[in-house]
């Protein structure tokens, strides 16, 4: 090409990126000016809200810990100073709701191991938080680690009757053997060493009940027995579950002549079950537990819109604020229980930035057409309870027309922000990447719209938006503090936030809800283990009853094409009971591409079986 050709071309290319500019510019009314001339203030504000909702006084935050009402009313005087009118019960900022934050063990509950005296309670023994109340005497039989990994070889049910047994399993997983184990050496642990997924693959194999015995202690330490905090699943109660000291186990079986660290050394040394019956062992296992509830609290501030004709919708920007307190449930370093979880980036960061969002919005010349309500959400890290509450309470769902949420924005690396859920409406890619444009951002956009409390609109057919940083190594643990955040790197986020948020709000076309289809999400999580084969089916996150209910199906996946709709409530997945979200995440990890399943539903209260053949994610 000609040098002057070229210059042409060069010129006729900037003057077109330059119109591009302008337009969205134009289209944004001016609203990017606030963000070109952000006040230098903007990052104290940040360091301000995250300082204090991390400190070591609100004691991480936990439902309950007293420090959970400093966070909120903190965040409720900033809503306030902002401008903001109140949204919640009564004319106040707060919206009240309850929510069961542990459990309590009540008489009658004991152990008889065969027919000795009843162990002592919390001293020789102590229920599982995820038991069932219930009681049963029945054999018990030695079931290794309690653990089914067909994909691997490895089922420590093989050659063994669990049926109408009480199992007895290890604590844990055996340690892997080459890079092909599913299992991992502690003080990490794979899904198979979940309590929960012991207790679900005993009730699969009809066990009546579990004992776990962990072998890691080689004293009588005071902290070997779980408490029910610790032990706790929100998901749904399997069966019968306890945790005995090993010293009281291995004296039990020493009179039978089994050595219980022999089996567990032949385990790990081999790499092979050494399931097996024990003789004459007779277990009498009563179980009685009382929830606890306690009250918590959304804040919500509404800042209303400028138009007329649009004022009455409603976009939702939401972070919780919630946390794990001392680290009793949730926490992935069983060492710190009992140490203050700061919760600095989970999720202080997501609340720092909606409060600071609520302050710069009302310093806007040009308002947003729509109404912009803010939420600071409680007992997310409880199960997603505050915005379940919310949906489920709110005067005119129909009026929300998406929703942004914040969910650990502290960590940014590389200017990259993973943004879930782009695809759940039409226009949201386009205008996620034009603010990141500006913005100088990268954005990995995730097919998967993830789990946290934009899951409890998505749910309710609203288009969401999920903003993310990743995942790092402080995750859940007591070591997740304000220093480790890149408080710059939360103001770019709140910059791109408000952006799309602003772009949404003043949209003239109608706001479309897309249900996701059938693809893997990006990053290569397809992968990993539960995304192996595909079903299509949207869980209704709100839904609290037995079973998976179904807020729809994706368009032309497996669900779809075998019958499956919205409102159904899946029971039972080929062999596997299903109780809960996580029963059908596990049930689809133990099959393959190609595999025809029956799938069990509740349709209008009524079983309906239907076949459906499973694909990847992506065909």
Not at 48 to 69: A, C, N, Q, W, Y
Not at 260 to 273: A, F
Not at 539 to 552: E, S
Not at 585 to 602: F, H, M, N, Q, Y
Request: hydrophobic letters at 40%; proline letters at 4%.
């Amino acid at each position: 090409m000609p040098r002057s050709d070229q210059l042409k071309f060069k010129l006729k290319f900037f003057l077109g990126a330059l119109t591009l500019g302008l337009t969205v510019i134009a289209a944004l009314s001016g609203w990017t000016d606030e963000l070109a001339n952000r006040d230098l203030s903007a990052t104290e504000e940040l360091s301000r809200h995250v300082k204090f909702l991390s400190s070591p006084e609100l004691t991480g935050r936990g439902i309950d810990t007293p420090g959970i009402k400093l966070a909120r009313d903190y965040i409720g005087t900033e809503f306030a100073k902002s401008g903001l009118r109140p949204g919640g019960d009564n004319g106040s900022f707060l919206q009240t709701f309850d929510v069961a934050v542990g459990v309590a063990v009540v008489e009658p509950s004991s152990l008889i191991l065969r027919t000795d005296a009843p162990l002592q309670l919390n001293q020789q023994w102590i229920p599982l938080g995820l038991s069932t109340s219930d009681k049963v005497s029945a054999e018990v039989v030695f079931a290794g680690y309690g653990i089914t990994a067909k994909d691997y070889g490895y089922d420590d049910y093989d050659g063994i009757d669990a049926k109408g047994k009480i199992v007895l399993v290890l604590r844990y997983e055996p340690p892997p053997k080459g890079d092909k184990s599913p299992f991992r050496k502690l003080p990490d642990s794979s899904n198979y060493a979940a309590l929960r997924t012991k207790a679900n693959n005993a009730r699969d194999h009809g066990a009546l009940g579990m004992i776990l015995v962990d072998l890691n202690y080689d004293d009588d330490a005071k902290t070997e027995l779980l408490s029910t905090q610790n032990s706790l699943w929100r998901g749904g109660n399997s069966l019968i579950a306890a945790q005995v000291k090993r010293q009281v186990v291995e004296k039990w079986l020493d009179t039978r002549r089994i050595s219980l660290k022999s089996l567990k050394e032949q385990i790990d040394t081999d790499g092979k079950p050494a399931s097996m019956a024990i003789p004459n062992a007779i277990a009498t296992l009563q179980v009685n537990l009382k929830e606890n509830r306690q009250h918590a609290d959304n804040v919500v501030g509404i800042f209303p819109g400028a138009d007329p004709a649009l004022s009455a919708e409603s976009i939702v920007i939401g972070a919780h604020y919630d946390h794990l307190g001392l680290g009793h449930f949730g926490a992935r370093d069983r060492a710190s229980e009992g140490l203050v979880h700061p919760g600095a980036d989970d999720n202080a960061s997501g609340t720092a930035v909606i409060i600071d969002l609520a302050r710069r919005l009302s310093r806007l010349a040009d308002k947003p057409a729509r109404t912009i309500v803010f939420i600071a959400f409680s007992a997310e890290e409880l199960g997603l309870f505050g915005s379940r509450y919310y949906v489920d309470h709110a005067a005119s769902i129909s009026a929300i027309k998406a929703m942004l949420n914040l969910d650990m924005v502290g960590r940014l690396r590389d200017d990259r922000v993973t943004v879930f859920g782009t695809r759940s409406s039409t226009d949201f890619s386009k205008e996620v990447l034009a603010g990141a444009q500006q913005l100088g951002l990268k954005i990995g956009e995730s097919d998967d719209v993830g789990r946290s409390d934009h899951m409890s609109f998505y749910s309710k057919k609203i288009p969401v938006l999920h903003f993310f940083t990743g995942i790092h190594n402080d995750y859940h643990r007591a070591t997740d503090t304000w220093e480790k955040l890149n408080v710059d790197g939360m103001a770019k986020v709140s910059d791109l936030v408000m952006l799309t948020a602003l772009q949404i709000a003043n949209a003239k076309e109608p706001i479309n809800f897309v249900s996701l289809p059938s693809r893997p999400p990006a990053g290569g999580a397809a992968a990993g283990r539960g995304f192996r084969t595909y079903l299509g089916t949207i869980p209704d996150y709100g839904a609290t009853a037995a079973g998976v209910r179904l807020a729809g199906v994706s368009s032309g996946s497996p669900a779809a094409l075998a019958g499956l709709k919205e409102g159904d409530v899946v029971i039972r997945l080929g062999d596997k009971k299903i109780q809960n979200i996580e029963d059908l995440t596990d049930a689809l990890s133990d099959r393959k591409t190609g595999d025809e399943v029956e799938i069990v539903v509740l349709r209008t209260d009524k079983p309906l079986t239907l076949k459906a053949t499973l694909k990847s994610r992506g065909q």
